[in-house]
């Protein structure tokens, strides 16, 4: 848009927007800025600069009065710019940028100031979290990943990763579909007040990613970065060789959009969709299993319906309806829990009003989320073991605690005034509490001797693991003497047999036997050789 005289004298001069004075928008008129799209200049450093040379006084020539064939300068004071004129200034220049990058033309009602510190705001806390952005890991393929599903988490990543260019862009604009930008729709509206981006993307991050040029100063950059990314997750995968064609180059969307086109392409996509309606015809949640409450149940409709809608990107696929996604999950839902049934019928009561649950599946699943069967369970648990604990601390004093077993030591009283468990500790546990809770403790075992005991005698007793490893120990010990025993007396055998050979008879003499037999083996032998074994 071209703007009139009076235009960008308001801009610049009016008191609900800029501010200047007539001779500081003349300065600024001097240096180039006499329109408000030339803004696009004013980088901070340019801002820095322009504002600490208006505060110096101008050289100005004036007529020399003895001769004038030589020039006679003066110093003349520049008009002033206040500290909130070079606020605004700096504000306008990056709201100004925005619009550019997003090409959108500008108008005046664009440049007011609700909607240029919107802009401004968004900037500044984009530009801080990039300096400090570490939470945001490239994703890894590991083993038994689908290449599938780590595009999807790669396109997410690059949805909260900032970019390089002076407007924080997330780098997912590099990966979008259409490179060229259609004309820029309406703005959004909240209430009676604009917002500084369209009502078809909804949100200062999505106008960006959505509508930066390709054909700008910066692309370059961030499309290596996108191609870095790429390589360092799915490096020494089989992967690599497609990436290896774009080293030279640093083509991320072009390495991005190969790797797509391989493995997700149209017959991918449609295999997706048929998947999704597989599951909602199919798939059905009974709330028997403990290990299944309905949240998993619901969780794994949100991501059927959410594949459907990226493929339907690429193939042709029916995205379904609120109520759709609704009856789905109602036609899968068999449990025979009373409570989680009358939520159900509550929710088909509502089919005639489009404005309820019916008509909308996380208001439907919020319905029914709190009468899981599943998830109740679970916490009449938690609150069983609780009770368990506390009458068993009440009950402490009036057992017979020198007939209690280790496994039944109660080292639970319940908790102090400082969060402390009021019970034993071990060492290790009792070094992460705080001073407070230490003196609490020790001030509820010195009223409580009991426990102290309790707990002394409890581990002075011997444990059953110990005892059984003991009782091992003496069988082995008991067979190996068995053996060696059994040992010698085949060697005596043996050495028997032998002097029967000599003397000739099968039933030698007594005389015979004790001339000629084989040393004797006496106990302190035997019980050297056993002991030696």
Known sequence: MVFTIAQQTQFFTSADRIGLSAGAFELLTEEGIDTPDKLTIGTKDFWDNFFSEMQKPKLVQVDAAANRNQAVYQNQPRPRITAFNQDRLRRSSIAVMYYDLVNRDLQLSLLTNPMIDIIYEHVIRLKAVSKTDSDHAVPVMGNGSSIQKYLQAFQQFLKVKIGSMRIPVKLAWIIRDDVDVPEAGPLQMVGIFNRPWSAEHGSFDAELIARTKHNIIGYDMDNQRVYQYLCEGLRNTKYQATLDLYERSQDGRGAYFALLGQHLGKSAWRKMVLDANEYF????????????????????????????????????????????????????????????????????????????????????????????????????????????????????????????????????????????????????????LSKDQKIELRQWLDQHPDQKQTVDSAKKSKPRQKKRTLEKREARHEKRTKRVIMSVLGELAAQQANVSGVTGTSTPQTSNISSQSAPAVTLSELLARISDD
């Open 281 to 432: 015809s199919k798939a059905t949640w009974t709330g028997a299993s403990s290990s299944n409450p309905f949240a998993n149940f619901a969780n794994k409709h949100r991501a059927h319906y959410n594949n459907i809608v990226n493929a339907s990107r690429h193939v042709q696929a029916t995205i379904p309806d609120e109520h759709t996604r609704v009856s789905n999950l109602l036609a899968g839902i068999h449990t025979n829990d009373t409570e989680f049934c009358t939520k159900k019928s509550a929710i088909q009561d509502t089919e005639d009003d489009i404005q309820g649950p019916f008509y909308n599946f996380e208001a439907a699943v919020q319905r029914l989320a709190p009468a899981c069967p599943v998830a109740r369970l679970r916490g009449k648990r938690k609150l069983a073991n609780i009770s368990e604990t506390v009458a068993l601390s009440t009950t402490v004093d009036e057992a017979n605690i020198s007939d209690l077993s280790a496994a039944e030591v109660p080292l639970k009283s319940g908790f102090g005034k400082t969060g402390v468990r009021l019970g034993w500790h071990n060492k290790a546990d009792y070094k992460k």
